[in-house]
């Protein structure tokens, strides 16, 4: 199924982009933490 697999790894890209997303967030609340401090 063409259109599954299709689906799968969009849902995969995603996956990839929030992830980056979460761990750049995360870092910089890191930064902003130790600055503060």
């Known amino acids: 199924d063409v259109g599954g ?3 799968g ?5 995603q996956a990839l982009e929030y992830g980056k997303e979460f ?6 609340q890191r930064d902003a933490r ?3 401090a």
């Open 23 to 28: 761990s750049q967030r995360g870092r910089r």
């Open 34 to 36: 130790e600055n503060e």
């Open 9 to 13: 790894e969009e849902e995969r890209r």
């Open 5 to 7: 697999s299709r689906r």
